[in-house]
């Protein structure tokens, strides 16, 4: 983890948001997650809250309405799933014009995306203003068993080699004039799977190998050692907190 490595998800940005420890951002998403998730869903008001205190957040930390609407659009499958939800449910009906869509269902597709959408949206924020290697040290910290930080940072590193051999064998393929249009041919592209496979499983013996040689015995010598002060904590926490006041007034009010 020793390596810089930028991610698209990351923003470049010097706000008082990306000068934050990764280990107390990481925290504080986790904390303002669980409660909203801990919100009733009737308490409406409460998340209109909740995206008004993650504009706040956003607006600190200089990150474009654009970049994070975008960023959003993976979260389509389950608005798919939460528009079904009216349909499909049991219980007290309802009509809204001309269908008729059950209460629960009602209800529950508007949990399904008010919840979702700010847990997606937050943390859209924490990657858009924490770099790759940042977030990982910040699981270390947070004392997260370094076994599976490991696995974390080879998956992702990995993912991208193997992203980038893809496109080279593509760009490969498209200069020899292949273009794949139909069911003949497949055969082309299984063998171009299966060799990617073996170049890829070739180069992790060979990482691991050279990191063995460089004395590597099971665990990742920690190059920064990533330590924040009690202000910014502070700072770090006034999202879940700001949430925390919202969550007990949806409550009681």
Known sequence: MGAGHAHKLYRHGHSPVHALPPHTKLAAVLAFVVVV????????????????LLGLVAYTARVPAG??????????????????????????????????????????AWNVLAKGTLGVAASVLLASTTELRELLLGLERLRLPPLLVQIASFMVRYGDVITDEMRRMRIARESRGFEARGVRHWGVLAKSAGALFIRSYERGERVHLAMVSRGYAGSMPVIDEVTASRAQWSYALALPCAALVVCLLGWTL
Request: hydrophobic residues 60%; proline residues 5%.
């Open 37 to 52: 998730v801990s919100t009733p869903r009737e308490a409406m008001w409460a998340f209109a809250a909740y995206a008004g």
């Open 67 to 108: 970049f994070l609407l975008k960023r959003l659009l993976i979260e389509v499958p389950f608005v798919a799933f939460a528009v079904l939800l009216p349909f499909v449910a049991e219980g007290e009906r309802v009509g809204v014009l001309g269908l008729s869509l059950s209460v629960n269902g009602l209800w529950g």
